[in-house]
Each structure stands twice: as structure tokens, then as C-alpha cells.
């Protein structure tokens, strides 16, 4: 057993840190005011990129800090899921960070989605330009109208029609639709219902304007829209687009899903671990600047006591992300099942309850836009909620133990 | 010992249960949508009533269902404390509800420290048009630049000079700034840092049209502006008001401010208790309706145990509120302090962990704009700060426990 | 609604209080030492009353402070079920106080089931002693071989055979049976497995005395024996009794248990509470007395949170007996049933979790015997199992809670 | 990073496995059983160490598993702290396993005070049959009197005096002082109330039998005596002992306390950790094979979110510790400093949690002696209090997060 991070890691991360804190952070309050001003609730259908964005991309590939993500030598940095992870933990530490480095949900799973299932056309014409950040894509796959908890309750078809699918359904939170640069959607839907329980559901490539695709509206998630990516919920109305536009063979959707899955929980909690880290520093800064009743707010009651479980909780929840990440390295994510539920269950919910501490210390500038903690409570709500929530990850976990009891 | 309610408060209850289901119910989620689409964030100098508001004003008053909260029997309608407890549960139900009342924050704090401490004219002036709901106010207390969890630490100054006083300091999350018809502000400030401590600040009445007065923004609370009565940041300029706009004497303003929070405490609290039972109720509902692995969502996992412990815990909450309302009936809000501040760490706290329980029942939808849940929270969380912090409650309980084993 | 006790109430609380600290307090410490001393593990067929409690016992009869558990006027005191409610918190500030004042489990229930459903003859023979104090009881319902938590599990049966009835089965957790006075035994069996659901079951008495019991060993709860009552196995072999045994008549088991268990639930309930009180004032007086790191403990870290939560938690588990009471009075207990549940879930684990802190602040000693506070635990820990573990009360909490949507 | 452990380990815990499942599994029970047959609290000074154990303990010395704790390659294993953790957690699965391999408190920590601090002379004398396990010894540091959580309240006096030093004191909870074996104690005391402040007390080595030593009682923790060691009350009444007694010098006691408390938390922690997953086993058994309400308890209510929240909570409480274990390793105990603290707080309320739950399943038998739950669970509370309590411990790791901020 070894905890020292690889060399590769640890320069990496000496660059991200020293990157984040020579460009990132100093525009980062400028930044979230003017993506404020210029990207609100109402004109959606407008939204822009707030311009400092896309120079810092052009520095950040320019240094070599883009697409770490990627397992890939060439194509990405050749780091394993564990070496990858305490990156992700220094990008979450700034909520712009992570599509500076192009590292960025969803487009992070659809890259990984095209380059381990795309055919070589899908990824000429898809995947290039998302990895040089020229565009940005989303991906569809929760359902308004089923509790969509469980996958198998989709709705939304694709069908075959000679050369052509049909994609037919509703989707939302489909993160990244109110993008400017959005030009795709991978979009799962079922396609034979009577295939074995895995083995109903697709994939397709969806460019945005394909006929019969129409963007309802964005969603806020506690009031907070993340433009300009957006969560949006979409309609397809009679979509058709060639078969080639298939990921994989109809019927493959679960697998792809799973491969999608294990490395991209990886990436959130490790963000979810990053931005718990931020919230803390805030917590310890404003504790001991803050005077109250003639001390310093971190002197008061059990604060340090709080600090001391907050420090518990964040640093628990990295090594257990990091024991996943190994494991999924060791023997993939599908063996590695219990500890990505795991996780997914704990670095949320860890990240949920240092954000409310911070902004309980804070008081009323917690609550605002003065900080980031609301955005960073936005976060952790919505994770606990995505790609499954809390009570599905802990059911996966409890029946992997009972399969103990049964092969004993 | 009995539990059963004033036959007055029943009657009210019955009624009030009448009205908001006939007439508040059926137009709330249009009105909050109508009221998203007339005032957003950046136009909040040109916020409106939303139409709807003002026409459910006049046929509750017509119904006699007006001004509930004030003990006095002719201006109000004659309930004690624990009387109206009940009435404010039921109004808590809708976010809405409390203004259609004229029983909304912090107008109804505000009528009561006029009611209880203002002279004739200022009664006349401000208390006559607040109890018609033909003006709105403001309550000035928090700072941004103090720990305002320690009251002590107000910076603002508002000192004597001749026949006037004149006021200067910042002030934030003062609730109501945004209203249109918001006539004035009740504004607390450091008068003599010399004299005893609780006898050093002094509240004076403060019209928003001085000159001097500068609101600068509105603050979001977990991205909610509350509109149209907002939370404002506001600057006092050395803003000059005639001397009898003073309440009470100068240096009165801590004696006034327990004298304000004593009831007012159990209205949020119950309010909150009402705002818990709708969260419940869309729980049980969504719970019922929604279909996971084949089965209602309620009857999965752990949820049942769930609803009783939010059953339980909103009862508790409901009691000790209770409890604490009579106290202060029988032997006033000084003595009652320790189960005031009890209610003030429960019943937010309760509301908080109950809502955030049924947004994870409802996934995205539960953390949209699509159900009241983001709303509730944010009140919930907001109250968890406002009017003093979890923390100095805490310590206002543990103070009190001290003092038993002194006295013994 | 109003919270003031009744006179008797008052009254009765008044005595109990002097007595209990003139008579009982003062002698505590002995008596537990002495219990132990006397009464170990190894020698329970040789169990004895510590000499100081019959003297006490007549004392407390001779005051009038005898089974003012019993609602009967001429029998006990006359007192509701609410009215009695505060007396048994105070007889809970000692494990010792119940039996002084002949109000302590089992007898208790043993004793209510006698007054409503026994015969003239099972009084005169059984009901008669055990007010007098003359003779202590046994309630037999819970089996090793099954999960008791689901009643009907039951497999002990009870035949009718001419004018006999046979009992045959094992039976633990028996309350008294190894009291050196305990002279008989209420016994819950299967008489009908083919009859409705709720009327397979009867209760019996047995003397112990009837050839075929065999009290094979005493059980340990957290290594307390709770001697001279103990909790035993026991194991009925072909137990014969004359037909006038049964209570009521053959399959009223379920029947008579209910009407057992709501008062008795209150009793038990308000005894955790006062034991709570009990604890929290060891955790005052230790948290003033010790110093570490040149404090009194109780100014340290979150020490006076934790005051705080626990006031708060003792109070609210209070008033929700009290209110569940009250429920039981006005409408009964079958109606109360989810209040019922909600106590029981409550007070225990309120009791368990203060006591848990209680021993936290006193280290070492707070293992040992040198505090009451382990037996308090032992207590908190036993109740959440005994007479329905939390799981099947949340249950019942949640099953009424669906039930309200049902109806609507 | 890498989570796979050594080789040697990895071999270690193979054996160690085969031995525990072939040779302790079996007659656990029926040594618990004999234990206390032999071994009551009233006849402490007669103690004896059931049979079986001197049997075993040569078979595991005959097998190479003995002394596995002790880093030295010959007296010991030669493995690394991390490489031991995993070893002490399978020990963990059982209360009798550690001695049998020699490697249970508080003989181990003694060991590591011999070994790393004594003379010669003292090695030979006390150290060597130690390892042999011919002898057991006592620790001595908490006392009666003061708050022992702040070591500095220290009372009992080590002083000088020509040849000899001269001990008087109280100690209590001093483990191992029943043991008929106990040969010796290494007490801690003051010397020098006016030196530095970690430099005022001193270690020395008390044979039992030297004049002046009275045992006074055992102390039972939640009932266990944990028979044949115990945990003694002693007084120090003039006790000399001569000068080459003294561990070091006079004033290293605080020196030597620090380098003892390192590994000895990692053990504590990990065995803590096995006991967790002993006690989760029970409730996987359990849980599978009673019924009620017509399922296995496992499907019952929120049973499996519990498996889930266990299996989190052991395996962070199990990463968290190896990581403390490896800082150990690489920068010494006193730069671990933050993370020894941390897993002192997480592993006991983990063990503590897990085994409530289990009670919680078990119903009434898991709070008698028919299961080892108890036991585990007195194991886990007194560890919370043992070698400081967790208050001190979140202290600790509060200021170590504080001065990163001074730091930087």
C-alpha cells in the first residue's frame, strides 16, 4: 500500500494549482457578475460565453492542462482514472475551472462515450472538435414524466426506419442545451421492449438542429441555472437522423451507459471533494476574521469541533474515491460497483454539509451571490440527485454485500 | 392540561383552511410564475404587485380574515399568542398566503413595535395605513460589514443633532426594500456606545424617500429574490429625520427589539411547522403517484421510516412552538426566552431536513421552480440565520439551563 | 389549550418529589451496592429484596403515594392518564422510585389487565396482593426461537383441554421472574392458529409454582441484571391450569394486549424522560465541577450545544407524551395509536442519546457503577426493543400517515 | 497510490485467518462461557486465565504468528505500522484473538515503551518475558480525581529520593490489574510541577508486589469486567522503587507517552475496524435467516440503507486509518498528529454505530451474553473515552487545520 500520488500526478497537479491561482481565480468573481449580467432566466435562447472564457482555454491547452481526463496517451494525458482523480479535485475548487482544462461535464462522458464506442466517422466528425474545445454537446437521458431513478422506465423511443432512426420523447436536465456552441445531443431512448432488460435501449448522435428537435426551456436547479451550459428539457418530435448516427449497435444504450458511468463519478466526486476543500477554506477564513461576542466566530461554541468533522468527512471521502478509482483501474467499473456507489453516495452529500456549515458561518452573505457557496450547495443537490440518487446507490451497495453471504 | 384549541382559533382555522382553498390554491403556482415573469433580478427597481395579490387582499379582509396576528381586539382580532399559533400554521402552507392576510414579515413586526411602543402620530401615520395593507415597510437591522449574530456589534449610528436624528450606516437583508409600496423603514443604530449595554441603540422610523437613502441591490437567498418585497442592501447617508420619529425614547431599541421578536418567533416558526406539512404532503403524494422497480416510491428503501420521522419531527416541532406560545402569554417573552429560542433552532431546522427530504424524493423536478420545495427552503434556510443564528440560540438555551443549577 | 398540570397533579408531584428526596435519594448509592452485592449473576435462584425497600414501600403507602398509576378512584388515585403522566417522569429521576410506589413494570401492567379484563375471582386471588404490594408479577409474551417484533409470530401455545388449559413453550425477556416474591405469571399464547388474525392468541395466568415452569436462567441487558427483578427464561413443558385462568376467554389475547400497552407505553415513556432529566443534570454538575484545560468541562468545545440540544430534545419528547396522553383520555388508545408509536420512538432513544453524552463528559467513571448512568442505559437500550422495537413504530407512524391520503 | 498490501501481509493475514476460523472460532463461546464462570466480578483476586488460552497462545507462538506488532525483524515481525493494520483488524473479529497472539493492550504499547525507551536491564527483566507472554503487565495514567482528558491535570507524584523514586497516587481504569499473571505497571506521574510543561512527568516501572501498592477494586465498564485483565483501581502509598525503575529519565514521560500513543491508536483502530465488520456479519446473518411480517428482517423497512451506510462507514473508517498508519511510516507519529486523532474519533463511533444496529436487529438477544455485541459494544464507548476522549481528539485536529492558515 502506497498513498504518494504518481510523478506525472503530482506535476500536473503543481501546474493546475499554480494556473488556477494566477488565471482563474483572480477573474473568477468578475466572471460569474458579468455571466450574471449577460445570461439570465429570461432570454436563455441568447446566452453567450463570458468572453475571458475562451482565452483561458487557449492558455490552458497552450500549457498542456487539457483533456487530463482522457485515459488516452495521445488524445489526453495518459493518466489512469486514479491518477487523474486528485486533478479533478484541484479543478473543483472553482466551479469555471473544469471547462477551462476542457474537462468539463457532460462533454467529459461524451468524449469518453465516443472514443471507447464511436466509429471512426463519429469520432472524426465529433469527438475531434470536442476535444479541441471547439464545440460543446449534452447528453439526454432523464425523463420528466418517470421517476427516472430507474433507468428501465424510459420512455423516449428510438426506432429504426430503413436507414434512419426515429427518436421520439421528452428529456430533461440535459445539461449543456443552453450552450451557444452546443451542436449535439447523445440521447438514449428504448428501442425494443421486448429485448433482454439490458439490452432495450440505444444511443444516438442528434445534432441540435435536426428537424423536430425543440428546446423547451432551461430548469433552474436552486435557482441557479449554470449558464451557459444549462440543464434544459427538449422535446423530439419525429427526430430522424442516419443510422450511423447509432453509438455502437440499437440495443447496446446499458453498456455504453455503464462505461460511461464508472470513470465519470470518479471525475464528480473527486469536483465535489475539491469544492468541500473551497468551502472549508471559506469557513476558515470568515471564522477567524469574523468577531462575535469579543472572539474570533471559529472560538465560539463547537465551531472547531465542525471544522474537525468537516476535516474528517472531506478527507474520508477522497481516500474512498481514490480506493474506487484503483479499483476500477484494477478490475473495472463493473467489479468496482460498490465503492462507485459509495462514493456517490458520500462526497455529495460530505460537499452538502460543509457548503450549509460555511453558510451558516456566513450568515446572510451565504445565502447570496457574495460567495460561491450557494452555487456550490446547487452542486452538491444536484448530485445527489444525478446519475442516480443517494437511495439507489446505497441499494447496489447492500446487494453486492448480500452477494457475499450468498457465494460464502 | 388540555390540547384542544380556542374555539375562536378553531372557527378562523376553519375559515382560513376555506380560503386558501378556494381562493389562494387554485392561482398560486400562475401567480408565482407571473410573478417570476414581471420581476426578475435585474429590474427589481421596477418590481409590481402581481394583480392577482391585491384582489385576494380585499376579499380577505372582507372575510374578516385580516390582521389576525395582533392581540387587540379591535384592530386585530383579539387572539392571544397561542391562539394565533395555529392560524399562522395553516397560512404557512403558501408562500403567498401570509400577505394576502396582512400577517407577512416584517410588516407584522412592525405593526406590533408601532402598536406597542410608537407614539399617536406615528401610530396615525404608519401603523393606520400598515394595518389597511395599503403601505409596506422595512425592518433595518442586519450589517454587512459585522458579525450581526452579536447585536452589539452595530455599527450604524443614528445620533441626536437638535429636533432631528440623523442616521448613517449600511444595512442589509432587509426584507421588503423592493416592494413598491414600501413607505418606510423601522431602522435600529448605535446611539451612545457609552451607556449600559443594552440600552446603547435606539429605532427610529426612517421614510425611504429621505434623502440620504440609498438601496443599492437586492440580495438572492439560495437564487430567490422574493419578489416583489426583496432583500435589500441600503445605505444611510447622514439622512436627517425630525427627532419624533424616534420610537419610544433614544436608547430604547434593545428593549424594543425583545419586545418584536417574542411573538413574531412563533409566527415564522409556525409558519414554518405549515410549510413543513406541505413539503410532507407533496412527499406523500409524489411518493404514492411515481413508480421506481415496480412499486410506489414510498413503499422503497427507507422511505416509510422517513415519513415517520418527519411526522414526528414536525409534531414535536408543532408542540414545543405551542408551548413556547403560551409561555409567553402567561409570563411575557423575557421569561419565555430559553423556549423561544428552542422553537428558533427546531422548527427551521425541521422545515430544512423535511423539504430537503422531499426534493430527493422528486429528483429535478424537486429542485426546480416546478414545485414549491426550492422556495420553502430557502425560507427554511434563511431563518436558520435570520433573527439570530442556530448557534447564539443554542447558547441562549444552554445560558438559561446554567442558571437552574445557580439558583439551586 | 393549556399546559398547566392539574391540581392533583401538582399536588401528588409535590409529595413525590419531597419523598423522593428525603427517603430515596439519600439512600441510592447503598442500596445498588447492596443489590449487588446480594444479588449477583451466579446466585438468582437466591435473590432477595434489599431490606430497605419493604420499609420504604410502607412508608410511601402510608403517605398515599401507592399506584397512582391506577385510574381507579377507590384503588388507585383517581388520576387520568395525562394527570399521572408528570408523576411517573419524576419517579423516573431513580430506577429505584417506581417500585417504592408500587407503579414499576411488569406489575404495573399485570395489574391494569387484572382491573379490565380479570375476573372477580382472578382479582380477589391476584389483582388484591399486587395493589398491596404483597406479591410481585410476571408478563410473559416475548420467545427466543422468532422475531417477536411481529406478534403473531408467537409459537408458545395455550390448548384447551376440558376444564384445563395446557401451556407449552419458551418464553424470555420475562420481567420479575427472578423477584423471590414473584408468585405467577401472565402468559400470551396460541390458542387458534385458524381464527382471525387478532383473535388466535390468549393470555393465562400461571403461578409459577404449577408444575412444568422451569426458569432455566436470568438475561443480562448490557451486563445489568436488574435484580431482584431480573428478566428470565423460562420454559413451559405441558403446563396445566384450571380454564379460569385464561383472562377474559380464549383468543382475547390481542385484545387484552392493547388495552395493555397505551397507558403503560405513556408510563414508560415519562419514566425514560425523567431518567433523561436525571442524566442531564449529572452532565451539568460534572460540567461545572471537573476542570480541564483551565475550565469548567461544560464551557469546552460544543459542551453547551449539547445542553442545549438536550433540553430541547427532553422537553420535546415530553410534551409529545403528554400529548399523546391526552390523546389516549380523550379518544383512546386504539385512536392513538400512531402517537402512541411516536413516544415510543422517541423518549428511549432521547434517553439513550442523552445519557450516551451524559457518559461521554464523565469518562471513566461514567462506565462504571459509580454513576447511574450505565443502568439508564441499559434501560434507554432495553426499551427500544421491548414492547416493539423503533422499525415496527415508525411502521405504524407512517401506515396512519398514508392512511390520511386514503381517506382523502 | 496503491492499495494492495505487501506480501508479508498478505501472508500474515492468510494464516491468521486459518488459525482464527480453525482454532478460536470454535471455542469462542464456550470460553466467554467459562470466563465467566471462573472469572465474576466479586472474586476478582482469584482470577484465573481459562485453560484454553495458554494452549493456543503456544500454538500461534509454534505457527509464527506472535508479536506481529512489534516492528523489530527478529522480537518482532519486522513489519512496517500499515503493513500491521490489516492483521490487527482480523484479530479485531474476535476479543479473545489478541492475546492469544500476543498482541493485545496493554502489553503491546508496553512492549513499545520497553523497546524503544528501556535500559538494558529493563529490557531484559520485563521486555523479554513479555514477548515470551509468561507475564502481562498494567499501564497506569488515568486517575480518579482530576479530569485525566487534559494529561497535565496528573496528580500522582513521581519524585526522587536518593537511589529510589517514590511514587503516590490514585490511579484508576488501569487495564490488565486482575490479571493473575501481571507482573508489573509502568506508571506515569508528576515530578516536577516547575519544568516546562511537557517536560514535568516521568515513567517508571512498579513491580505489583512492592509495598505500598494496594489494588483496590475492579471497575466494571457497562457491566463487563473483562475478566482475567480488568481494569483496576490502585493507590500508590510511598511506593519506592529504585532510580534504574525509571523509564529514560526523569521528565521524559510525556516524550515517551507520544511515541507509545501512535501505533497503539493505529491497532486500537484497526481492531476496532474488524470488530465493526464482526458485528456487521452478525446482522447479515441475522437479518437473512429471521423472519417477520413475512420477510427476512434484511428487506425489511430501511434495513439495507443501513448495510449500505455500514459498509461506507467501515471502509473509510478502514482507509482512513491505513493512511494514518502509512503517515506514521513515512514522518513519525508527531507530524501524523491530525490523522491520528481523526481515526481515533472515527473508528470507535463506527464500531459503536454498527454494533447498535445490530443490538437494534438482534432484539433482546443482542443485549444478553448469547451474542458478542455487548461486548463489542463496551469495547467501542470506552475506547471513545480511552487514550482521550473524542472531544480532545477533534481539538487536535482543529488546530492542526488552523495552522495551515497560519501558515500561509
Known sequence: MDFTPSEKTLQYRKQLIAFMREHIEPIEADYHKENRRLNGDANWREWQVPPAVEAL????????LWNLFLPDEKLGAG??????????????HSLLAPEIFNC????????????????DAQREQWLTPLLNGDIRSVFCMTEPDVASSDATNMQARIVADGDEVVITGRKWWSTGLGHPNAKFAIVMGLTDPDAAKHQRHSMVIVPLDTPGVTIERMLPAFGEYDAPYGHGEVLFDQVRVPKTNVIGNLGDGFKIAQGR???????????????????????MRRGQERIAFGKPLLQLNGNLERV???????????????????????VGAMKALAEIS??????????????????????????SHDTPLTGLFAMARALR????????????????????????
Open 57 to 64: 482555454k487557449a492558455k490552458a491547452k497552450a500549457a498542456g
Open 79 to 92: 493518466l489512469s482514472t486514479l491518477e487523474y482523480a486528485p486533478l479533478a479535485e484541484v479543478m473543483g
Open 104 to 119: 468539463n461535464a457532460p462533454d467529459t462522458g461524451n468524449m469518453e462515450v465516443l472514443y471507447h464506442f464511436g466509429s
Open 261 to 283: 458511468l464508472g470513470p465519470g463519478r470518479i471525475h464528480h466526486c473527486m469536483r465535489a471533494i475539491g469544492a468541500a476543500e473551497k468551502a472549508l477554506q471559506l469557513f
Open 308 to 330: 474537525a468533522d468537516m476535516r474528517i468527512a472531506i478527507d474520508q471521502a477522497r481516500l474512498l474515491t481514490f480506493y474506487a478509482a484503483w479499483k476500477i483501474d484494477q
Open 342 to 367: 459509495a462514493i456517490k453516495v458520500v462526497a455529495p452529500n460530505v460537499l452538502q454539509q460543509v457548503v450549509d456549515e460555511a453558510i451558516q458561518l456566513f450568515g446572510g452573505a451565504g445565502m
Open 385 to 408: 440527485i444525478a446519475d442516480g440518487p443517494d437511495a439507489v446507490h446505497r441499494n447496489t451497495i447492500a446487494k453486492v454485500e448480500l452477494a457475499k453471504y450468498r457465494e460464502a
